[in-house]
């Protein structure tokens, strides 16, 4: 990281100079940082939001859940298989690379090569270059959802990232959890710079001064991202004035924040899953769907909302909320004590058993203390649990490695559409295709895999809603997952910091277009 920090210093110093007087600095804190600078490595929130402030999309997604034009300025159908877009002129790279088409082809096949966002896109896209300008998405079959997976596609500096390493390795090795040059160096189109990075102390960023869209009003031209876990320390850091802009804030505390008169609450409804995942490889009795049913069944959801969120999220009986195509309000939450005891008493498992379980303490609201009553409810049913609790960047490794009988997993569906759900929390693993991806439970099921497939070719919007209930459904009898809530979303602020012109459901502020008057 030190390398980058000098090579980009200069870059940095001019982007300081050739700001206005009404700039301003920014300090953030959130409950964790990005655990690589690859914007490939590892699909999460905190990949994405990093992935918004250094490099840019081809498109972006609206406030209106429409599409933004970004570093492509217009795209049209050409034909059923195929969408043009058209790439802005003249945008720069970090490195002083301007950026072409070929640098989307480069970044779109190294992004369909990762494990997490290959199944992004259908098996057989691909990218065909036009010209510099130009460049067409193309799939095999009519795909609906092409514009809301082209908002993963955030162009990498193909020449910064060609040739060898100081370890002679290729620059552009995808490497998952891994120290590799991608890993530690960046070169994007983005507002942001990357000028110091010590991995969950603090990520210094600068503006750029070549970035691209000169119209955007926003005027933060520095922002510290302090990663702090604790709830209570993070909220007391606002209020006390230590830094500006916070996430998330538990709902502890939202009136804290709304009665203190230097800062504000914003707040929207939420559409990130959060579950637990059971293990059928490591686990015998799981594989007895009366199992599952039983576990689903003793857990009060419903309770864990209203006791430990305080109110602030939805229980869920499915996997995709309300407005999404899969939604149906009749899968509610069915926490039912006495029928979980009778099924486990059907299942011959009446007498329990032992069983592992892991979960964050820093990556979802209130994680540690949801699986901690998760436990106590499952011992109800003589299920007793020997449960671990660790940070975000110590989790997902061990999440990676199946390390335990339940692991807890949130999920905001990366295409706005419950099919991704599917494709990434229960679908039958599948290492090609990226379907299964973050599946630790091992659930597999050929025919409800097989419908959404055929809902990813079906463009009649009817059609496709009627298959993806059918999914939903089908997962709920089967308890192939147990659901928790959808968690809404909160964000603290200090007076001044237009926070609500720059926050959205999927939680990747655009902070390059924040705009922050003075203290």
Same mark, same amino acid.
């Given at each position: 990281?030190?390398?980058?920090?000098?090579?980009?210093?200069?870059?940095?110093?001019?982007?300081?100079?050739?700001?206005?007087?009404?700039?301003?600095?920014?300090?953030?804190?959130?409950?964790?940082?990005?655990?690589?600078?690859?914007?490939?490595?590892?699909?999460?929130?905190?990949?994405?939001?990093?992935?918004?402030?250094?490099?840019?999309?081809?498109?972006?997604?609206?406030?209106?859940?429409?599409?933004?034009?970004?570093?492509?300025?217009?795209?049209?159908?050409?034909?059923?298989?195929?969408?043009?877009?058209?790439?802005?002129?003249?945008?720069?790279?970090?490195?002083?690379?301007?950026?072409?088409?070929?640098?989307?082809?480069?970044?779109?096949?190294?992004?369909?090569?990762?494990?997490?966002?290959?199944?992004?896109?259908?098996?057989?896209?691909?990218?065909?270059?036009?010209?510099?300008?130009?460049?067409?998405?193309?799939?095999?079959?009519?795909?609906?959802?092409?514009?809301?997976?082209?908002?993963?596609?955030?162009?990498?500096?193909?020449?910064?990232?060609?040739?060898?390493?100081?370890?002679?390795?290729?620059?552009?090795?995808?490497?998952?959890?891994?120290?590799?040059?991608?890993?530690?160096?960046?070169?994007?189109?983005?507002?942001?710079?990357?000028?110091? !990075?010590?991995?969950?102390?603090?990520?210094?960023?600068?503006?750029?001064?070549?970035?691209?869209?000169?119209?955007?009003?926003?005027?933060?031209?520095?922002?510290?991202?302090?990663?702090?876990?604790?709830?209570?320390?993070?909220?007391?850091?606002?209020?006390?004035?230590?830094?500006?802009?916070?996430?998330?804030?538990?709902?502890?505390?939202?009136?804290?924040?709304?009665?203190?008169?230097?800062?504000?609450?914003?707040?929207?409804?939420?559409?990130?899953?959060?579950?637990?995942?059971?293990?059928?490889?490591?686990?015998?009795?799981?594989?007895?769907?009366?199992?599952?049913?039983?576990?689903?069944?003793?857990?009060?959801?419903?309770?864990?909302?209203?006791?430990?969120?305080?109110?602030?999220?939805?229980?869920?009986?499915?996997?995709?909320?309300?407005?999404?195509?899969?939604?149906?309000?009749?899968?509610?939450?069915?926490?039912?004590?006495?029928?979980?005891?009778?099924?486990?008493?059907?299942?011959?498992?009446?007498?329990?058993?032992?069983?592992?379980?892991?979960?964050?303490?820093? !990556?979802?609201?209130?994680?540690?203390?949801?699986?901690?009553?998760?436990?106590?409810?499952?011992?109800?049913?003589?299920?007793?649990?020997?449960?671990?609790?660790?940070?975000?960047?110590?989790?997902?490794?061990?999440?990676?490695?199946?390390?335990?009988?339940?692991?807890?997993?949130?999920?905001?569906?990366?295409?706005?559409?419950?099919?991704?759900?599917?494709?990434?929390?229960?679908?039958?693993?599948?290492?090609?295709?990226?379907?299964?991806?973050?599946?630790?439970?091992?659930?597999?099921?050929?025919?409800?895999?097989?419908?959404?497939?055929?809902?990813?070719?079906?463009?009649?919007?009817?059609?496709?809603?009627?298959?993806?209930?059918?999914?939903?459904?089908?997962?709920?009898?089967?308890?192939?997952?147990?659901?928790?809530?959808?968690?809404?979303?909160?964000?603290?602020?200090?007076?001044?910091?237009?926070?609500?012109?720059?926050?959205?459901?999927?939680?990747?502020?655009?902070?390059?277009?924040?705009?922050?008057?003075?203290?």
């Amino acid at each position: 990281m030190k390398k980058l920090v000098k090579s980009l210093a200069g870059i940095a110093l001019a982007s300081s100079l050739a700001l206005s007087v009404n700039a301003a600095s920014l300090k953030i804190a959130y409950d964790s940082d990005p655990v690589s600078l690859d914007p490939h490595e590892q699909l999460s929130g905190g990949t994405l939001q990093m992935s918004h402030l250094t490099f840019d999309p081809v498109v972006r997604w609206g406030k209106d859940h429409g599409f933004e034009a970004r570093l492509a300025e217009k795209w049209e159908r050409v034909d059923d298989n195929t969408m043009r877009f058209h790439l802005r002129k003249g945008v720069k790279f970090h490195s002083g690379n301007t950026l072409s088409a070929n640098d989307v082809k480069w970044t779109f096949d190294r992004l369909v090569s990762s494990p997490d966002f290959k199944a992004v896109f259908p098996a057989g896209t691909e990218i065909k270059v036009v010209n510099d300008q130009t460049f067409d998405i193309v799939t095999k079959q009519p795909y609906p959802l092409i514009l809301n997976s082209a908002t993963y596609i955030f162009p990498m500096d193909s020449k910064f990232y060609s040739g060898k390493d100081d370890k002679g390795r290729d620059k552009g090795l995808l490497k998952k959890h891994g120290d590799s040059f991608a890993s530690r160096n960046q070169s994007g189109t983005g507002p942001y710079i990357i000028t110091e !990075r010590q991995q969950g102390v603090k990520v210094q960023f600068e503006r750029f001064a070549d970035y691209w869209d000169k119209k955007s009003p926003g005027n933060v031209d520095e922002i510290t991202l302090t990663p702090i876990k604790e709830n209570a320390t993070r909220v007391a850091a606002l209020l006390s004035g230590g830094v500006d802009f916070i996430f998330p804030v538990p709902p502890n505390d939202h009136e804290r924040i709304k009665r203190n008169g230097d800062t504000d609450l914003v707040t929207l409804t939420g559409t990130r899953i959060i579950t637990f995942q059971l293990n059928q490889e490591r686990v015998e009795a799981f594989k007895d769907k009366r199992v599952r049913q039983a576990i689903v069944h003793a857990i009060n959801n419903e309770g864990i909302v209203k006791k430990i969120m305080k109110g602030f999220a939805t229980a869920a009986g499915q996997q995709g909320p309300e407005g999404y195509a899969g939604f149906s309000e009749d899968l509610a939450p069915r926490y039912d004590l006495k029928k979980a005891k009778q099924l486990m008493k059907e299942a011959g498992y009446e007498k329990g058993f032992t069983i592992s379980m892991m979960a964050p303490n820093n !990556r979802y609201i209130n994680d540690a203390k949801i699986a901690q009553a998760v436990a106590g409810m499952l011992r109800k049913i003589n299920v007793t649990v020997d449960l671990k609790t660790m940070p975000k960047a110590q989790y997902w490794p061990s999440f990676d490695e199946r390390a335990a009988d339940i692991m807890m997993i949130g999920w905001h569906a990366d295409t706005e559409d419950s099919a991704n759900f599917t494709e990434y929390l229960t679908a039958c693993a599948d290492a090609d295709s990226g379907w299964g991806q973050y599946n630790s439970g091992n659930y597999c099921n050929t025919a409800v895999d097989s419908l959404v497939k055929a809902a990813g070719k079906e463009t009649d919007p009817a059609k496709r809603t009627e298959m993806l209930q059918k999914v939903e459904r089908e997962l709920y009898e089967d308890a192939a997952y147990v659901p928790l809530h959808w968690q809404n979303l909160a964000w603290g602020a200090r007076k001044g910091v237009k926070a609500e012109d720059v926050v959205n459901v999927m939680n990747f502020p655009y902070l390059g277009d924040l705009v922050v008057s003075e203290k």
